[in-house]
């Protein structure tokens, strides 16, 4: 079979491969906003679960589909998130460096850490699932702790994917501008990819 043939792997890859490309910059730019975080993240989650269910028509106009759709749910799950790792940032900060260095501020760290762990861990199924719930954000934060009681490892998963970026960031030196100019703009679409799949591993699943 000619490899360049319409319907040959190869050509679907590519086809894949620049669906992803565009969707990566329509959620950068819907990123810049801040507040649109979580609906621009959602729309991307969705838009690559109906490419991974054969439905690769229109992306663009999938993704701007979820964009626009619940997006006062998206807003508040992204307000939800922002407030809560502002919180958790400032008590690290505050413990590492203004708590003079005690045993209960080393104490009170280990906990903030592990408390923002079990956080990340228990919502680590919302944007991939927002989508296509139609519930609140309350109930969609509840639901995604109930689904990572279930499926812990997946859950896990989820976490470590998402948790790479700000790793690298953080330990490497040169971590920073890597992940601004090549994470963001190349290996986001790669990540969600296989956080999607790790959520829905079947394909037309109801939610």
Same mark, same amino acid.
């Given at each position: 079979?000619?490899?360049?043939?319409?319907?040959?792997?190869?050509? #679907? /890859?590519?086809?894949?491969?620049?669906?992803?490309? &565009?969707?990566?910059?329509?959620?950068? &730019? @819907? @990123?810049?906003?801040?507040?649109?975080?979580?609906?621009?993240?959602?729309?991307? *989650?969705?838009?690559?679960?109906?490419?991974?269910?054969?439905?690769?028509?229109?992306? %663009?106009?999938?993704?701007?589909?979820?964009?626009?759709?619940?997006?006062? #749910?998206?807003? =508040?799950?992204? %307000?939800?998130? %922002?407030?809560?790792?502002?919180?958790?940032? *400032?008590? &690290?900060?505050?413990?590492?460096?203004? +708590?003079?260095?005690?045993?209960?501020?080393?104490?009170?760290?280990?906990? @903030?850490? +592990? %408390?923002?762990?079990?956080?990340?861990?228990?919502?680590?199924?919302?944007?991939?699932? +927002?989508?296509?719930?139609?519930?609140?954000?309350?109930?969609?934060?509840?639901?995604? +702790?109930?689904? /990572?009681?279930?499926?812990?490892?997946? =859950?896990? @998963?989820?976490?470590?994917?998402?948790?790479?970026?700000?790793?690298?960031?953080?330990?490497?030196?040169?971590?920073?501008?890597?992940?601004? *100019?090549?994470? $963001?703009?190349?290996?986001?679409?790669?990540?969600?990819?296989?956080?999607?799949?790790?959520?829905?591993?079947? $394909?037309?699943?109801?939610?």
């Amino acid at each position: 079979m000619n490899m360049f043939q319409q319907d040959s792997r190869f050509t #679907t /890859a590519m086809s894949t491969v620049g669906d992803l490309a &565009l969707l990566n910059i329509a959620w950068i &730019l @819907c @990123c810049i906003p801040i507040v649109t975080i979580g609906a621009s993240t959602s729309a991307l *989650f969705g838009t690559i679960r109906n490419i991974q269910e054969d439905d690769d028509a229109r992306v %663009l106009h999938q993704f701007f589909s979820l964009f626009t759709r619940h997006f006062s #749910t998206s807003l =508040a799950l992204t %307000l939800m998130s %922002l407030a809560f790792y502002a919180l958790a940032s *400032f008590d &690290l900060w505050y413990l590492g460096h203004g +708590a003079g260095g005690t045993d209960m501020a080393a104490l009170g760290y280990g906990v @903030c850490i +592990a %408390l923002t762990f079990v956080v990340t861990l228990a919502t680590a199924f919302v944007f991939p699932n +927002a989508s296509r719930s139609n519930a609140s954000a309350w109930n969609q934060v509840r639901n995604s +702790a109930l689904q /990572a009681l279930r499926r812990p490892i997946p =859950a896990l @998963c989820i976490t470590v994917i998402n948790a790479l970026p700000v790793v690298i960031a953080v330990i490497f030196p040169w971590g920073l501008g890597f992940v601004v *100019f090549f994470w $963001s703009l190349l290996f986001t679409d790669i990540s969600a990819w296989f956080i999607q799949r790790i959520a829905n591993p079947t $394909s037309k699943t109801e939610e």
